[in-house]
Each structure stands twice: as structure tokens, then as C-alpha cells.
């Protein structure tokens, strides 16, 4: 949507410009250089995740996976179904990168040894954090990302 609004920009000032020479007969010379169009508006809906996985103790699971959504793609395992979820949660207002509050009451105990990173745009936004299953918390805010995360 913000593409097509910022070339119809251009396609207006295209037209604008091929219209000056009968303007200027009735109101005189436009001010030169006529204004450059605007350039292309950002997608505050992009979201482009670098999402890696170690100590999980599942080959598949492992590694280093790339998470483009709209359309979904990259080397994800489930980008369509990962894109999904991260949609459902924007539109829920939730924001599953948020870090688990530092006065929250968790239960303790321990998940598995497994550590995640994200780093990339979530809807526009910038992310950069990880993920563990150390405790209660961390596993509930883990699974919440499942399958952007692998279910360890």
C-alpha cells in the first residue's frame, strides 16, 4: 500500500511537470528545479528475522535460519506458518520480543539447555534478543514464539 501511494506520488508529479507549459501561459514560469519526488516510504509492516538456535539437542532444530514475511520466505522451516504467528500476535498487540519484567514471579524450573537469538525487524520494528528455557517465564515467552521458535 505505501509503494503504490509513494508512485502515484511520482506519477502526479510526472503529470504536474508535462502540464507546466499551458500553466505558464496563463500564470507565468514556474520556480525552477521543479521538486524531486519523494522517495519511497518504508514498509512499517516488514519483518525480516535472523533467528538462531543452539543447545536445543535437535538436529533440524539447530542453527541459523533466515524469516521473511510478507510473502513468506527464507530458509525458515515453516516461514508460512512462523509469518502467521507473528502476524496473529501484532494483531493481538502482544509484542513477543519484549523480555520477561524484571519484578515477574517465575517458577524455577529448567526447560532444557536451549538458547535462541533474534535479530532483525518485527512490523517496521527493530529486534534484538534472545531466548532461554531457564525457567517458567522463559519457556512460557519461548513457546508463545512457537514455531517462529522450534518446539524444544
Do not use: Y
Not at 518504508?42 to 543452539?54: G, M, N, P
Not at 534484538?128 to 508463545?144: K, L, Y
Amino acid at each position: 500500500m505505501l509503494r503504490r501511494l509513494a508512485l502515484t506520488a511520482v506519477a502526479s508529479l510526472a503529470a504536474l511537470s508535462a502540464a507546466t507549459p499551458a500553466a505558464t501561459a496563463a500564470t507565468g514560469p514556474l520556480p525552477l528545479p521543479l521538486p524531486l519526488p519523494l522517495p519511497l516510504l518504508q514498509d512499517d509492516t516488514a519483518t525480516r528475522l535472523t533467528i538462531t538456535v543452539s543447545g536445543s539437542g535437535i538436529a533440524e532444530a539447530e542453527g541459523t535460519f533466515e524469516l521473511r514475511c510478507g510473502p513468506a520466505g527464507g530458509s525458515h522451516p515453516v516461514a508460512r506458518q512462523a509469518c502467521d504467528r507473528l502476524d496473529e500476535l501484532a494483531g493481538a498487540g502482544a509484542d513477543p520480543f519484549a523480555p520477561v519484567p524484571k519484578d515477574a514471579l517465575c517458577t524455577q524450573q529448567f526447560g532444557s539447555p536451549a538458547t535462541a537469538r533474534a535479530t532483525g525487524t518485527w512490523h517496521g520494528r527493530s529486534v534484538d534478543t534472545a531466548f532461554a528455557r531457564t525457567n517458567g517465564c522463559e519457556i512460557s515467552r519461548w513457546n508463545n514464539l512457537r514455531p517462529v521458535l522450534p518446539n524444544v
